[in-house]
DNA sequence: TTGACTCGGTTCCTTTTCAAGACTTACCTG
DNA sequence: CAGGTAAGTCTTGAAAAGGAACCGAGTCAA
């Protein structure tokens, strides 16, 4: 069952939360859809403008983050009916893993000017980069300072 | 430019962290080798075991990932030659990517019964989950928290 | 010294997905 | 009524993924 053959559309029924997760915005359009959305991008024509998406593969990711709950699809015009993609709460929960992502890229790839985007926190006024905190101590975690084990959700078979 | 066309492989030309960001990591299958990378997996045969990936893809993903610097090829024996992959400091650094993903998908899609995976921050000793911080402050950051603008490595056009 | 097994791939073939851009529908504006 | 706009859909060819078999070098066991 593991051994043969994976649907992606299989992976929500795994025991795996990242493989849950990657079946809703594991696509390379999507999270650059996202991103986008984060910068307060709301309209199709916008998305594809901004993109360089196709129009089609537009579609299907708007519609696959609505139907996840990613994205909220309002109507803000009635004739002609006109919508637009808002995120909804869970869709600003993946916030830290687009951050994540743009200062993983700023780190390794950024020329010698520096990052493209610099993020300032509003609460504290300062230019930041992301850290992984621990929700309970708040200190930073690094990869080798975590122990993995099985949760109480976890199935038989496949620790992983 | 920009409207025409994109390979993913223009990504890496964008001025977009983001963009290059998942030019390496994009991918579907690549965060999963890169989880079970984490868990300690460095085989061919046991990332394919336990992903039921396509060899030839696993082939492909291994071989980017190699030559981003996220994985080191490393040979363990000698006669035949067998390598192994490892984490590289680069690749430990895409656990705040990871982690942010898997909490994400506990949150949002863990049944009743719970996540089916726990962290454990040795640190302090306490399952935690991984909150998105200020580097500066060090208090906790939310999406709309945050003030986007362009930095120095920012190109005309396309403040985004 | 033959035959089975291991590991790290490669090859072949079919099925899916993607890119590009023309086309559509419904309405508004000049 | 011609033109524009927003949000899509349709079509066609190219690229990538899935599945399964095969390969090469060496080890092991009888």
Redesign the pocket.
């Known amino acids: 069952m593991e051994r043969?053959?994976?649907r992606?559309d299989d992976l929500d029924r795994e025991a795996c939360s990242l493989a849950r997760a990657l079946a809703v915005v594991g696509?390379r359009?999507t999270l650059l859809v996202l991103r986008e959305a984060f910068l307060r991008v709301r309209?199709?024509?916008?998305f594809a403008a901004r993109l360089?998406?196709?129009?089609?593969?537009l579609?299907?990711r708007?519609a696959h983050l609505t139907a996840e709950g990613v994205l909220e699809?309002v109507q803000y015009e009635a004739?002609?009916p006109?919508?637009?993609y808002r995120l909804t709460e869970k869709g600003l929960a993946l916030y830290p893993v687009i951050l994540s992502l743009v200062h993983w890229g700023d780190a390794h790839y950024a020329g010698r000017a520096g990052p493209p985007l610099l993020h300032r926190h509003r609460a504290c006024g300062h230019d930041f980069r992301s850290v992984l905190a621990c929700s309970v101590c708040g200190e930073a975690v690094e990869a080798r300072g975590v122990e993995v084990r099985p949760g109480p959700g976890a199935r038989r078979r496949r620790p992983a």
Do not use: H, N, Q, T
């Not at 309209?43 to 916008?46: I, L, P, S």
């Not at 360089?52 to 593969?57: D, K, L, N, P, S």
């Open positions: 043969s053959g994976m992606w696509d359009w309209r199709f024509d916008e360089g998406i196709a129009r089609r593969v579609a299907a708007l699809k004739r002609p006109r919508y637009e």
